[in-house]
Each structure stands twice: as C-alpha cells, then as structure tokens.
C-alpha cells in the first residue's frame, strides 16, 4: 500500500506540472499575440497618420505622405502611358524666376531616356539623389520641372518622424501648401522602399502635387505601396539624412510636426545624363 501511495502522489505531482506547463503555454501564447496586435495598431497609427497629413494631397485649400493639395480637382489616373498637363517647361538651366503657383501641371519637360539627377542642399548638407525617370517619368517629370523653377529653393521640411520619413516640399510649411495641381500616382510594388527613397506625399490617389518625404528609417520601408517612389539617395545617407532624422519630433502626439529644430532646403539643382 506503501508503494501504491507513492506512486499516485508521483502521478499527482506529474498530472499537476503537466497541467501547470501547459497553462504557461496559453499564457505565453496570449502574450505574443497581445504584442502582436499592438505592434500592429502602432503600424496603422503611423501609417494612418502619414496618410491623413501628408505632402500633396490636392488640397482643397493648398498642397500636401498625406499632402494637400491646391486644386480642388483630382488627376486623372494613370492607365497605361503617364498623361502630362499642358503647363509650360521652366527653363533647364535654371535661369528663370521662382515660381510658386502654377495654372496646370507640366508637360513633358524631360527625356525620360536620359538620367537626371538632384543635388538638394539644405542646411544639414547635402542630398545626391538619382531620379527614377524609367520607373516614375510622370512623377520625375514634375519634380524636375519644379526644382527648376526654383520652387523648393529655401522652403521649410515640415514634417520629420524618427526612423521614419522627413517631409518636405510644401512651401508655406503647414504641410497644406502645393503647386495648384495634381498628378496621377505611379505606384511601387511591394517592398520597393528603401532607406533613403523619395517618394511622393498625397491625401489619396492621384493627388500629388509638390509634397515629397525620405525615407529614414526601418518604419517607413515598411509603408504599404500607396506613394509614388521617383528616386533614391545615392550620396548623404549616412550623414545628411541621419541629420535630417536626428531632427525628427519624437512625440507620438505631434505626427512629427515640427521637427525638433528647424530642416531647410536651401536650394535642388538637376542634372542630367
């Protein structure tokens, strides 16, 4: 009887940790996916938030990753070949005077054949970017033309998110200014973004305008492929953008507006190939 005692209480004890081990398990379980979800609602919070106030969404009232635009029309999509405005080309060698407001979005200002590249100056150094005019031409076509009016020359980055995105592009620096018009969206796929990638601000599809971000950081490679990507820094990520993002405004409450200091660009100048 001795024997038999002792080994129902061994029986017992085992019964007693098995059942202990697998309540840890659910436990566990339920944590990792309590982590999981708010690691989740984190994502869409900043994904929403870009999306809500960045660069060029034709802004009712001016242009805006969500942006505002000036024009109260969306641009048409773009089904099969880029359709361009019939805006005229500012002068290649940047010998015109800055312009601001625009009638209608540019035509084709450039040879998408050839490769354009943009030195964006500002007041953390310098940006050397190559221009995607194979993948983007419509969207290359835009920046270029308003880089050589002079239109981001000495304008405010309004909005910077560490790791994240620093945006830029919007003249009155509230991050509801643009150019006055929309262009259509010419996506990535997914995955394309990079540390450093340029890509377009917009309140929605089609409507980009002047509003432009980078990407700084691993939050934002993660973006969903809702914004035209034209370019990718090739010189100044390691110093220039780790400045820029240095800068950005830590509190989740602010969506990054303003930065914590004060990210000009100075001046963007083209180059082409």
Do not use: W
Request: aromatic share 6%; charged share 20%; net charge neutral.
């Amino acid at each position: 009887m001795g024997t038999e005692k002792r080994n129902r209480k061994k029986e017992n004890r085992r019964a007693r940790q098995v059942a202990l081990e697998k309540q840890f398990q659910r436990q566990k379980v339920r944590r990792r996916a309590t982590r999981i979800a708010l690691a989740a609602l984190v994502v869409v919070a900043i994904v929403g938030a870009i999306y809500l106030t960045g660069d060029d969404s034709i802004d009712t009232t001016s242009t805006t990753i969500a942006a505002e635009t000036e024009t109260s029309t969306v641009a048409p999509a773009s089904a099969g070949p880029f359709t361009y405005g019939a805006g005229e080309c500012a002068p290649e060698d940047g010998s015109g005077e800055q312009v601001r407001k625009f009638t209608a979005a540019p035509k084709l200002c450039i040879d998408p054949s050839k490769i354009y590249k943009a030195m964006i100056t500002t007041n953390k150094g310098d940006l050397e970017v190559l221009l995607d005019a194979a993948k983007a031409p419509g969207t290359v076509n835009n920046f270029v033309n308003l880089a050589r009016a002079k239109y981001f020359d000495d304008t405010v980055c309004h909005r910077a998110i560490p790791t994240f995105v620093v945006q830029c592009g919007d003249p009155t620096a509230t991050g509801g200014g643009g150019p006055g018009y929309a262009i259509a969206d010419e996506l990535p796929q997914v995955q394309d973004y990079k540390i450093g990638s340029l890509a377009m601000a917009n309140s929605g599809p089609n409507t980009n305008g002047s509003q432009f971000f980078f990407i700084t950081g691993e939050q934002g490679v993660s973006l969903p492929p809702n914004y035209s990507l034209f370019g990718q820094i090739t010189s100044g990520i390691d110093t220039t953008l780790v400045a820029l993002d240095q800068a950005g405004n830590p509190d989740p409450a602010s969506n990054g507006v303003p930065p914590t200091e004060e990210l000009r660009i100075i001046k963007v100048t083209i180059t082409q190939g």
